[in-house]
């Protein structure tokens, strides 16, 4: 996600990395000046610090998260590393790249973008910031989206009148144990009561603590109306806007010989590459996630199995040859009253069979 703000008349943009637990679903923001691979380190090393050494990362395929995990796993490899580990009775995290085209990004950490990228936007606006009190800003809006409602306790299932219904599970309660009693210990950094006809200035020592969070405070008080009024209501909606969001759906499990078409934003479908699958990744109740596909060209690219369609799967293809050979065994059809094939679908069935039997079209 990336916020432009202006310091000292310098055009800056500035990365924000967002990490949500995938048990607690909290979320943690990391300020970058820049993407490269040391940035990302610190900012995942501060965030080690803050929460501790995870056992599974996933991410996406970006070139520096990727040239970093990297990095990282190689020193966790280390024989020093790896001894030093098993004395302490630690566990290595492990890293894992969901592939291109992959939706289930979106459930994990697009979501958790969208939440904290409206409050930010709707807060800042136009104001100009410089780098520490949007850092500021950006502290509390991991402070509020943290304290959203994720569950209900049990008890809101009972049908006793007189329980009193309990708050809401949040991702602060769910790593503290609690919920954190936060106030603004800043003076004169809540809202100004311009409204007020009877309130004027006053001239005490920290009238240039007033002024210098003019901009701040500004921007606060946006922040907490976008939280108030949209925040909450856009969580109620995306909970119940559709039906059977939750409902098991089987799919067909892509394997290895499989002939598929790539998926492109910028082809047409008539245009889709085509290729066939070498390796595929599996999760953990068995499902395909992700396929390593040849391409015509002799290219292995890795995708996602959302952005693969389909074309000729090897156990179908098997079955149907048998069919075929017994219908045509048994067949008295006459092959001269047959409508010939036009000379495309001939040259494009000549291709499937060799890139199924060669691996190249």
Same mark, same amino acid.
């Given at each position: 996600?990336?916020?432009?703000?202006f310091?000292? !008349? =310098?055009?800056? @943009?500035?990365?924000?990395?967002?990490?949500?637990?995938?048990?607690?679903?909290?979320?943690?923001?990391?300020?970058?000046?820049?993407m490269?691979?040391?940035?990302?380190?610190?900012?995942?090393?501060?965030?080690?610090?803050?929460? !501790?050494?995870?056992?599974? /990362?996933?991410?996406?395929?970006?070139?520096?998260?990727?040239?970093?995990t990297?990095l990282?796993?190689?020193?966790?490899?280390?024989?020093?590393?790896?001894?030093?580990?098993?004395?302490?009775?630690?566990?290595?995290?492990?890293?894992?790249?969901?592939?291109?085209? /992959? +939706?289930?990004?979106?459930?994990?950490?697009?979501?958790?973008?969208?939440?904290?990228?409206? &409050?930010?936007?709707?807060?800042?606006r136009?104001?100009?910031?410089?780098?520490?009190?949007?850092?500021?800003?950006?502290?509390?809006?991991?402070?509020?989206?943290?304290?959203?409602?994720?569950?209900?306790?049990?008890?809101?299932?009972?049908?006793?009148? +007189?329980? =009193?219904? &309990?708050? *809401?599970?949040? &991702?602060?309660?769910?790593?503290?144990?609690?919920?954190?009693?936060?106030?603004s210990i $800043?003076? +004169?950094?809540?809202?100004?009561?311009?409204?007020?006809?009877?309130?004027?200035?006053?001239?005490? &020592?920290?009238?240039?603590?007033?002024?210098?969070?003019?901009?701040?405070?500004?921007?606060?008080?946006c922040?907490?109306?976008i939280?108030?009024?949209?925040?909450? *209501?856009?969580?109620?909606?995306?909970a119940?806007?559709v039906g059977?969001?939750?409902?098991?759906?089987?799919?067909?499990?892509?394997?290895?010989?499989?002939?598929?078409?790539?998926?492109?934003?910028?082809?047409?479908?008539?245009?889709?590459?085509?290729?066939?699958?070498?390796?595929v990744?599996?999760?953990?109740? !068995?499902?395909?996630?992700?396929?390593?596909?040849?391409?015509?060209?002799?290219?292995?690219?890795?995708?996602?199995?959302?952005?693969?369609?389909?074309?000729? $799967?090897?156990?179908?293809?098997?079955?149907?040859? =048998?069919?075929?050979?017994?219908?045509?065994?048994?067949?008295?059809?006459?092959?001269?009253?047959?409508?010939?094939?036009?000379? *495309?679908?001939? @040259? !494009?069935v000549? @291709?499937?069979?060799?890139?199924?039997?060669?691996?190249?079209?």
């Amino acid at each position: 996600m990336v916020r432009q703000h202006f310091n000292q !008349g =310098v055009k800056t @943009k500035i990365w924000l990395l967002c990490i949500t637990c995938l048990w607690s679903r909290a979320i943690n923001l990391k300020l970058c000046f820049d993407m490269t691979v040391p940035t990302f380190l610190r900012a995942l090393q501060l965030h080690i610090w803050e929460y !501790g050494t995870p056992q599974l /990362c996933f991410s996406d395929m970006g070139s520096q998260i990727v040239a970093g995990t990297n990095l990282i796993s190689d020193f966790l490899r280390d024989p020093d590393t790896v001894q030093y580990l098993q004395e302490h009775g630690m566990r290595a995290v492990e890293f894992e790249q969901y592939y291109k085209g /992959c +939706n289930q990004l979106g459930s994990l950490v697009e979501s958790c973008v969208k939440l904290v990228k409206r &409050p930010i936007y709707g807060s800042v606006r136009n104001t100009v910031l410089n780098s520490l009190d949007f850092e500021f800003l950006i502290a509390e809006t991991v402070h509020l989206v943290n304290r959203r409602p994720i569950a209900f306790h049990e008890s809101l299932r009972d049908n006793n009148p +007189n329980e =009193v219904i &309990p708050a *809401a599970i949040t &991702p602060e309660i769910l790593l503290k144990g609690y919920e954190l009693v936060s106030l603004s210990i $800043i003076p +004169n950094l809540q809202p100004l009561p311009d409204s007020d006809p009877s309130w004027t200035p006053s001239k005490d &020592p920290i009238e240039h603590i007033k002024d210098s969070y003019s901009k701040l405070r500004k921007s606060r008080s946006c922040l907490k109306d976008i939280y108030n009024s949209e925040f909450l *209501a856009k969580l109620v909606h995306q909970a119940t806007n559709v039906g059977s969001r939750y409902k098991p759906v089987s799919h067909k499990n892509l394997q290895v010989g499989d002939i598929v078409l790539l998926k492109d934003v910028h082809l047409k479908p008539a245009n889709y590459p085509m290729g066939i699958v070498k390796s595929v990744q599996m999760n953990s109740i !068995g499902e395909t996630t992700g396929a390593t596909v040849m391409k015509g060209n002799k290219e292995r690219v890795n995708r996602h199995s959302s952005s693969l369609i389909p074309l000729l $799967i090897i156990n179908e293809y098997s079955h149907s040859k =048998v069919v075929h050979r017994q219908e045509d065994e048994h067949s008295n059809e006459d092959l001269a009253l047959k409508r010939p094939k036009r000379l *495309a679908a001939l @040259k !494009g069935v000549r @291709k499937t069979k060799n890139l199924y039997l060669h691996g190249d079209a």
